[in-house]
């Protein structure tokens, strides 16, 4: 078989799943008491009662902490073993939400809701994944109910820029990636975020920077309006080796706030509004 952006990534993440089952810290919400990280947990507000489509929901971790929240929520991931990790620990923990299979691009015929949603939630690790910022914005608009919000949360693309990789000689992380660059990214690294002991055998992955002002720009295209844009001097995982890890499992820089880290922004469909003619997704 050829491969692929999506076949490389999709082996990747299938196989990064039992690893994560294994890394990750379900504690608490096993224990009933699971928790968005403190960036999303202050911005999202209230979600009982609200129907939630989380894109790119991995193993579902953050999908059923929405639904013990109270929300009515559907997960989605183009990984079958993530899928299938998902619903067990819906069974498992007796919550009600839904997890559907497919490809990101595919969901509007995957799953045939259009404008049925009040929130669009993705977050931590999710756009770096797509070769199309402009089509992502349309199905993020395509499933919005009119007047319902999308809410984003990931890492900065500025610092995108540096990784550990080029550190300097003092420690921080140097030059990687141009801001500005626009083919993929293409990696062969076996390691793992969640897991420094693991090694995985897919090791091949594309990954696509997109700047800020292209974000924007796409969701604005998709006929939505942007409520908010905040840049964060935290992130909820050790991006680079310098972070220091504070209490309330936000990652910062140990001196002067030298890049922002991580980014999120609130978009509205507008209660009264005729999407833009659009392409097909
Ligand atoms: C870093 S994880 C997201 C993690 C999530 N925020 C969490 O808390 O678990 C990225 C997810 O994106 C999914 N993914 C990557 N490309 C995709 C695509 N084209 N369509 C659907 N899902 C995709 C992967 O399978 C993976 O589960």
């Given at each position: 078989?050829?491969?692929?952006?999506?076949?490389?990534?999709?082996?990747?993440?299938?196989?990064?799943?039992?690893?994560?089952?294994?890394?990750?810290?379900?504690?608490?919400?096993?224990?009933?008491?699971?928790?968005?990280?403190?960036?999303?947990?202050?911005?999202?507000?209230?979600?009982?009662?609200?129907?939630?489509?989380?894109?790119?929901?991995?193993?579902?971790?953050?999908?059923?902490t929405l639904a013990q929240q109270g929300a009515d929520v559907t997960g989605l991931d183009f990984s079958e073993p993530a899928i299938?990790?998902?619903?067990?620990?819906?069974?498992?923990l007796n919550l009600n939400a839904r997890f559907v299979l497919s490809d990101l691009y595919a969901a509007p015929q995957t799953l045939p809701e259009p404008a049925s949603f009040d929130r669009v939630f993705t977050t931590w690790g999710t756009i770096y994944w797509l070769p199309d910022i402009d089509a992502w914005a349309r199905v993020i608009a395509h499933f919005l109910k009119p007047g319902g919000t999308f809410y984003f949360a990931d890492g900065h693309p500025t610092a995108y820029v540096f990784d550990d990789e080029c550190a300097l000689?003092?420690?921080?992380?140097?030059?990687?990636?141009?801001?500005?660059?626009?083919?993929?990214?293409?990696?062969?690294?076996?390691?793992?975020?969640?897991?420094?002991?693991?090694?995985l055998a897919n090791t091949r992955t594309y990954q696509y920077s997109h700047p800020i002002s292209r974000i924007v720009?796409?969701?604005?295209?998709?006929g939505l309006t942007l409520e908010f844009l905040h840049e964060h001097a935290s992130v909820p995982w050790r991006m680079f080796a310098q972070l220091v890890e504070h209490k309330d499992g936000?990652?910062?820089?140990?001196?002067?706030?030298?890049?922002?880290?991580a980014v999120s922004l609130r978009a509205r469909r507008p209660a009264t509004d005729t999407l833009p003619a659009q392409d097909p997704i």
């Open positions: 078989m050829t491969e692929t952006w999506q076949t490389a990534n999709r082996a990747n993440w299938d196989e990064r799943v039992p690893v994560h089952l294994r890394s990750y810290n379900l504690a608490p919400l096993r224990a009933g008491r699971g928790r968005l990280h403190p960036i999303e947990e202050a911005e999202l507000g209230p979600v009982a009662g609200l129907r939630i489509l989380h894109l790119q929901c991995h193993i579902g971790s953050d999908t059923l299938a990790a998902a619903r067990a620990l819906a069974a498992e000689p003092d420690g921080r992380p140097g030059y990687f990636c141009p801001y500005f660059h626009q083919d993929p990214l293409i990696q062969d690294d076996p390691r793992d975020y969640a897991d420094p002991t693991a090694r720009a796409a969701l604005l295209s998709a936000l990652y910062r820089w140990p001196d002067k706030e030298w890049l922002p880290l």
